[in-house]
């Protein structure tokens, strides 16, 4: 369902974005306040959620993710950002020697708000890269669905991220990103058991298309 969201997205923005591509009587520098959106696609792999006995873990399984951020320029180099993404993670306990053993699964929403500083640039116009870095804090909603019985959980998740811009056309460019969500799963929501569970970084690698207007 996300994946069709995402498209969608990408199909509008696409169709909003044209007049904009066509009036290219000023060259702009990409990386100058605009309006953009970017929809994008990776993975992501989680942190251990708890340490058991016997160096025993559980935690969630790497897995692709899906998202869209927005844009809000508040001046050359500084950014307001909103982001939503999605994933479906399995969910393993870690045995020794045996391994992991996936015994589950949860569907993630993570929101989040921050800011975005960008660096001038190496390069002007269609040609160059143009860095920056990314922080806020937000949360990530899991739906833990075991043995045919679902729980949710919420907990506050921080985030640092690093990403560059390459500009491929007037008002398009191709968004890399490497991003950190820093949380704590709410055990005892989920599961009603009174367990401190660990602070995890959980890191989404994805890659997308910035869309200016």
Do not use: C
Request: charged fraction near 10%; hydrophobic fraction near 40%; charge should be neutral.
């Amino acid at each position: 369902m996300f994946r069709k969201i995402v498209s969608s997205a990408i199909f509008a923005s696409a169709i909003i974005a044209t007049p904009a591509f066509a009036q290219r009587a000023r060259t702009t520098q990409f990386g100058e306040a605009s309006l953009s959106i970017s929809p994008y696609a990776g993975y992501m792999t989680f942190g251990q959620i708890i340490d058991g006995p016997l160096n025993t873990s559980l935690k969630s399984s790497a897995a692709p993710v899906y998202g869209l951020q927005l844009n809000l320029p508040l001046g050359s180099t500084l950014s307001i950002v909103g982001n939503l993404a999605y994933t479906e993670p399995n969910l393993s306990v870690g045995i020794p020697i045996i391994g992991d053993m996936s015994f589950g699964k949860s569907d993630v929403w993570i929101y989040d708000g921050g800011i975005q500083l960008s660096a001038p640039g190496y390069g002007t116009g269609d040609r160059g890269i143009f860095p920056f870095v990314q922080g806020g804090v937000g949360a990530m909603k899991y739906d833990v669905q075991v043995s045919g019985t679902s729980r949710n959980a919420t907990n506050t998740a921080w985030n640092a991220g690093v990403g560059v811009d390459v500009p491929l056309m007037q008002n398009v460019g191709l968004r890399l990103l490497a991003k950190d969500y820093i949380g704590k799963f709410d055990f005892n929501q989920a599961t009603s058991l009174n367990v401190d569970a660990k602070t995890s970084h959980n890191i989404a690698l994805t890659a997308g298309l910035r869309l200016g207007f």
